[in-house]
């Protein structure tokens, strides 16, 4: 049976939907459907309509289209994996030779494109970024939590852009030349020299691919109405909705894809008031600076003033 050995493992909102994209590309390469399998991750709480795999069996089952021959690198992309306390040791004893990709970004940015991804799966119901920042503490202690919000982790916002401290764990347990690390940064600023730099990463010749079309950018639904029936169906049409969009999720069929992106919208971040941008900098700058040491790297800049 085919066996996973590429795993971009995080952080979530930092490119990692485009650049499996373009490795989904290659000739040399299989990447799985869905993109996220979350099967590692057994620390934290799966959506209705996520997998829910139940063995190491139903996992490879994902990668059986793989052609060995052909496919030198067989990869999934999980971007709750980096935060996870228990994916990557768990990966590493399923295949110690394993690869991983992390991808990260300026935390200030991080955190506001989290809050949105949030909002659009209707996980969060407060729409500013602001108060949702300050409801933390409440939250963590059980109150203020969104009526269809499973996992209250997800709005710790915080945490959830504390890349240094996760950094710091992967790199603890990763063997050295297994662990690619990323800055969105470069990832955008020169979006081809990074993908080659990937491939050679990975034993992969250059394919020439000249094209990087950005994936997943922020968006909010086009009908907040149907969203919220799909999303949270009532009652009576749960189960069967929810074991829906359990297939399309799994099976990514191109006219559904066409559909579903029909119905959302680009919309702009709104920029952070002076404040609440000057208070995150202060909030992240120790984080920030581990993450620089880590890299050996001045990541000073993410947190001026």
Known sequence: MNRPNTFIIGAPKCGTSSLAKYLAGHPGVFFCTPKEPFYWCRDFWRAKHELNLKSLDDYLALFARADRARHKVIAEGSTRYLRSDVAISGILEFDPDARFIVMLRNPVELVQAFHMEQCYSLQENVRSFETAWRLQTERA??????????????????????????????????????????????????????????????????????????????????FEWLAKLILTPPGVFEKPVLRLRRHLWENRYPPVEWVKARLNRGKARENLPAGLRAELQACFRPDVEKLGRLLNRDLSHWVKD
Do not use: M, W
Request: proline fraction near 6%; charge should be neutral; aromatic fraction near 8%.
């Open 141 to 222: 202690e059980g109150r203020c939590l969104p009526k269809h919000c499973a996992s209250p982790e997800f709005l710790q916002y915080g945490r959830v852009a504390a890349l240094g401290e996760q950094l710091d764990r992967a790199k603890r347990i990763i063997p050295e030349g297994q662990l690619k690390v990323i800055l969105f940064d470069d990832f955008k600023q020169d979006t081809g020299a990074v993908y080659r730099d990937v491939l050679a990463f990975l034993g992969l010749p250059d394919d020439r691919r000249t094209e990087f079309p950005v994936v997943n950018s922020a968006h909010v639904h086009r």
